[in-house]
Every structure is written in structure tokens, then in C-alpha cells.
């Protein structure tokens, strides 16, 4: 053998052995882009989470808003759907005899309200009404705005209710029409501020109300005065 062949024998034993392509081993490790609907059923978190701050709201907060931010104030007592005004005040009155503020429904003196016969004394054959109604919700506490005495009601007749309260307060008598749970009886001496009945429909064609009337003691309807300055209305 020449000395040529002999070098190129060395070369070739000593040359590395090399694997095909094909032949070479996976990679242990491979790195495959996570499926995005695994990964949000796993609870997986964002790739890049932004940091937020305890209380400070989201930058993209919910489109439904909240039970507290839709809440409405929920009203007292709901009005009666069979009151009637007669009257154009739509003043809210507050008075010692009643909580709250109500607006008036009829006023003292001549009215086109059809609840009364024509009076003589009011032009265009117009009732009168000798006491101011109130329009009060059913089951309203009364309470009285002066000192009182009970006297007994049974000569009031079926106009104020089956159970109205007559009382002598501040040199008058006082009617207090349409009332519901009394809770005095005549001879009883009332406090002012003590409740002493709570208002009703009672005998009423235009719903609950307080139907305050004030008369010269001993009187009869056609005594009736204005109850205004009794009755106290502030607006």
C-alpha cells in the first residue's frame, strides 16, 4: 500500500460517526404554545397579568351594574288611587296632628267637589265643606296638636265614619273624620302629641284622608269655623 492510501485510511477511521437526520432523538423538552381554552379552564393566568392594587376598580369593570347602584328608595306609604283635589296647592303641609307632609284635597269653604249639596252661600250651586281633608294614607297615626278632652261622638252622624272622634281642645270642638282604631274613649284626657287614632277610609267615597273640622263648642255643623290656625298647616 502507498504511503497516500495509508493516510487517507487513518483519516477515515478517525473521522466521527454522524447520525441521518431522521435517526436523530426529540428534543425531551419540546415548547408548544398552550391551547388558550385549557389554559382558561385550568385557571391558568394571562401571559402578562397586570398588577393591580387592593380597592382600585378594574379598568374594564362589569357592564351590569350592581343591585345597590339600581336600587330605587322604596316609598313610605303608597298614595291612594282614589283621592281627588279639588284644589289647585299642591303644597306638602306638615301639622302637629299628623307625621310627615300631605298635600290638601279639599279646602275650607265653597268647593265644586260633588260630595255636598249646594249651599246658598257659594255661587254656581256649590257645595260647602266645613273642614279641610287631608289626603293621608290608611292606617297614618294621629296625634294631638293640643291638649284634649274626648266627648262623645254619637251625634256626628254617618258622614265623619262609624267612628270619629270628637274632642274639646283649645275652647273648640274638634271633628276628626274617618278615623280607624281608637284608642280613647270620651272622658279621656289626651296629652298633646299622644296618638289617638289612626287614619281610615271609613265612610269616605274619595279614599283614606283626615277630615279635620273645627266647630264653636256645643255646635253644630253650620257652626263650623275655619280650622286652619287649629290645624297648624306648614309648608
Do not use: K
Not at 3 to 11: C, M, T
Not at 149 to 162: E, F, I, K, R, S
Not at 208 to 222: A, D, M, Q, Y
Amino acid at each position: 500500500m502507498t504511503r497516500l492510501a495509508v493516510l487517507l485510511v487513518v483519516a477515515v477511521l478517525a473521522a466521527p460517526a454522524c447520525a441521518p437526520e431522521d435517526a436523530r432523538p426529540a428534543d425531551p423538552s419540546p415548547q408548544v404554545a398552550p391551547d388558550p381554552a385549557e389554559a382558561s379552564s385550568a385557571g391558568s393566568p394571562a401571559a402578562t397579568p397586570t398588577p393591580t392594587t387592593p380597592g382600585t376598580p378594574s379598568a374594564t369593570p362589569s357592564a351590569v351594574p350592581s343591585a345597590a347602584a339600581t336600587r330605587t328608595p322604596r316609598p313610605g306609604r303608597p298614595a291612594d288611587p282614589r283621592w281627588r283635589f279639588f284644589t289647585d296647592d299642591r303644597t306638602q303641609y306638615a301639622s302637629p296632628w299628623f307625621p310627615g307632609r300631605h298635600p290638601v284635597m279639599i279646602p275650607f269653604g265653597c268647593t265644586p267637589a260633588p260630595y255636598y249639596s249646594p249651599d246658598p252661600s257659594c255661587p254656581d250651586g256649590r257645595g260647602f265643606h266645613h273642614g279641610i281633608d287631608v289626603a293621608i294614607s290608611c292606617g297614618t297615626p294621629l296625634r294631638a296638636g293640643r291638649p284634649a278632652t274626648v266627648l262623645d261622638h254619637g251625634a256626628l252622624g254617618p258622614a265623619y265614619g262609624d267612628n270619629p272622634v270628637l274632642l274639646r281642645a283649645a275652647g273648640f270642638d274638634v271633628v276628626v273624620g274617618h278615623t280607624e282604631r281608637v284608642f280613647v274613649a270620651p272622658g279621656d284626657s289626651i296629652p298633646e302629641g299622644e296618638v289617638f287614632a289612626r287614619v281610615s277610609d271609613r265612610g269616605a267615597p274619595d279614599g283614606c284622608h283626615l277630615h279635620f273640622e273645627v266647630r264653636r263648642p256645643g255646635g253644630e255643623v253650620t257652626d263650623a269655623v275655619d280650622p286652619a290656625p287649629l290645624l297648624d298647616l306648614r309648608p
